[in-house]
């Protein structure tokens, strides 16, 4: 991927909703696929059990397929660190998710999958899902760059903390480069550690 | 300015402030199991990186292990390839492997702490959400992903955001037959489970004060169950005296000094917090979770509560709760009926748990419909229990005592549920499929309440068995 390929200043693609609270990882991939030591073949699991157990589940409709923005609700993603769960949503073709708050784990493995986790108000949440819902076929545009999300005429504020909004825009999300910079200060840092030199 | 513990670790970690504003944390203890590591090796050889300490990280296998025959190969041909991916990644980049051979096997956030390598002041990352635990040494200790695991390994380092804090006051002091868990289930059921996103948690106040050691683990081990990333408490006596004679604790002068500077990464005083929040000890009672977060829980004479009562935007997970675990709004948690009952994993698997279900199972035996696992943190915790006979005392009660691993904590080896099987678990998770069955049912409590369970075949208050 170049440099410019990796910039996610906006995510523009039709939205899938998956609507209620506190949506763990466990539900999102369960436990029994992460025994794979790849994360290929990933996406085809995602929700699946819960998919099994609804017919009705979006990620089976065949409106939804092809979807690209995913709208949550509160705490999505809490749970395991299990980075298999964003990694699934991506394989299935995820690209940036709108919802009212994540699980702290998640929201840093999709930040380092390139995946921008955006926030959004209740009231603006409930509109959107409905939105999508009526017209499954109409583009999202989440734009990290300027912090809103527009679906057809409508534009709604949607955040994103400063320092991950500026690793998705700069494309500098996925950070071993950037850390490696560092150089020289990762070991005079250890050195002033006593337990690493020694108490 | 009077710092907090989070301030100073924080301070002392930092390699430099990132160009996006965030900061460069370095990761001064990494730990590794099999699970969440091979992909990260993986990226690792795919872009000719090193391992940048390879002194700074250790690794066991706890996850995928059987609980009952330990010969490999091991029977699952997928857990077997990832015993020999964890093999093969940690020889070929000279990391050390707790495996079953050297006796000191057990789930990472058991040995941790146990062999002394989790130590107050540290920055500690793991592949696992419940690295919070080791933050009970006074350690800024949080879960990670497999790609930040990549991060880890080659450069020691993480970019993060400094959260904000809050400091939880559990105040008073705890009744007869109210343990730990039931303080974690308390503070997640007041504060919420995601009323910690975005905080850290400090637990303080004379109840945290008074606990031992194992005690602690307990509670941090949960803060991520309450949406905070990591939970800690300050260093004090009850830390040193537990971390004296540790095989990878400095030993001699060089403890003294190290006892020294622990001291000084404590929270001051009069340090302010972003929010502090109090909880009354003396009003806890055994706690027993219904629903399918661990916030949704009740004191076991309480009965459960109506979504209607509830904001308008929790009622749908509320009713989903009811209707996955089969109850109804308003019935009493205590008589519900279990098929298994679990002891064990990072939460609960510590000697002491061990030691209160035993006292409990000395009271009867597990009834006929039951099936009840005893399965130790760790090698060494079991290698205690045993000394202590308690291994006796629970076969003799019809309790399996099992080896050492995560087991039925997440079912990720032959420990599951089956069908719709309602478990009494001492785990930390009673999310939907948690436990091995997409349809299974689990209640989470104190490994006494979950002994009192197997006992009883139902859900009982584990204060009349103990009277």
Known sequence: MTTTDSKRRQIAGRGIPVTGNDIDTDRIIPARFLKAVTFEGMGEHAFEDARKQNPEHPFNQPAYQGASVLVVGQNFGCGSSREHAPQALMRWGIRAIVGGSYGEIFFGNCLILGIPCLVTTQADLEWLQKAVER??????????????????????KATIPDGPRNQLVGGTWDSTAVLLEAGAAIESTAKRLPYIVGY | MARTLLDKVWEVHTVRTLPSGQT???????????????????????????????????????????????????????????????????????????????????????????????????????????????????????????????????????????????????????????????????????????????????????????????????????????????????????????????????AGPAFDRAVTWWKTVATEPSAQFDDVARIDGAAIEPVVTWGINPGMSVGVNQSLPSPDAQPEPERPTFREALAHMGFEAGQPIKGARIDVAFVGSCTNGRLSDLRVAAEVAKKGKVAKHVRALIVPGSQQVAKAAEAEGLHEVFQAAGFQWRKAGCSMCLGMNDDKLQGREMSASSSNRNFIGRQGSPTGRTLLMSPAMVAAAAINGAVADVREILR
């Open chain 1, 135 to 156: 017209a499954p076929q109409q583009q999202v545009t989440v734009d990290v760059e300027k912090q809103e999300v527009r679906f057809g005429d409508r534009t709604i």
């Open chain 2, 24 to 250: 460069q944390l370095l990761i001064g203890l990494h730990l590794i199991h099999e699970v969440t590591t091979p992909q990260a090796f993986q990226m690792l050889k795919d872009s000719k990186l090193k391992v940048r300490m390879p002194e700074r990280t250790f690794g066991t296998l706890d996850h995928i292990i059987p609980t009952t025959d330990q010969t490999r190969p091991y029977a699952d041909p997928m857990a077997e390839d990832m015993a020999t991916h964890m093999y093969r990644n940690m020889k070929e980049f000279g990391l050390p492997l707790f495996d079953m051979s050297t006796g000191k096997q057990g789930i990472v956030h058991v040995i941790g702490p146990e062999l002394g390598l989790t130590q107050p002041g540290m920055t500690i990352a793991c592949g696992d959400s419940h690295t919070s635990t080791h933050g009970a040494v006074g350690a800024i200790a949080f879960g990670i992903g497999t790609t930040q695991v990549r991060d880890v390994l080659a450069t020691q380092c993480l970019a993060m955001a400094k959260p904000k804090l809050r400091q939880v006051r559990v105040e008073g002091a705890l009744t007869r037959g109210v343990y730990a868990k039931d303080v974690i289930l308390t503070i997640i059921n007041q504060l919420g489970v995601k009323g910690g996103v975005g905080y850290a948690y400090e637990y303080a106040g004379p109840v945290i004060e008074r606990m031992t050691m194992e005690e602690r683990l307990t509670v941090c081990n949960m803060s991520i169950e309450g949406g905070a990333r990591f939970g800690y408490v300050n260093p004090d006596a009850t830390t040193i005296d537990y971390l004296r004679g540790r095989p990878y604790a400095p």
